[in-house]
């Protein structure tokens, strides 16, 4: 029988492969509209939402995996999370460049 603290490990789990899946989805959509349209706006909005979306939470959450086995020592637990927010910030901040760039 499964309890409530493992079905909550399996749906935090399940949820966070599937955000690493969608947003490398998401990037890759973005990056064939680049492709298409000849477009640095687009460009500049593909790398933002792969870097937000697939690198920011695939690192987290394979990073994560590491720290939970023991793979990974526990003092790279705050440089991993520093580096995750730093894809982020700057994921967010090509974005932001790409809906101001003509």
Known sequence: ????AQLSY?????????????GGYVGYQA????????????QYLSIGLFLLTAVAFG????GSLLLQQGI???????P??????????LGVSFIAYSLHKR
């Open 1 to 4: 029988m499964i309890g409530i």
């Open 10 to 22: 399996w749906l935090i789990l399940g949820l966070s492969l599937g955000s690493v899946l969608v």
């Open 31 to 42: 990056y064939r509209g680049f492709r298409r349209h000849d477009s640095r706006p687009m």
């Open 59 to 62: 690192l987290s959450f394979i």
């Open 72 to 78: 990974l020592p526990l003092r790279f637990e705050q």
């Open 80 to 89: 991993l999370v520093i580096l995750t927010r730093f894809l982020q910030f």
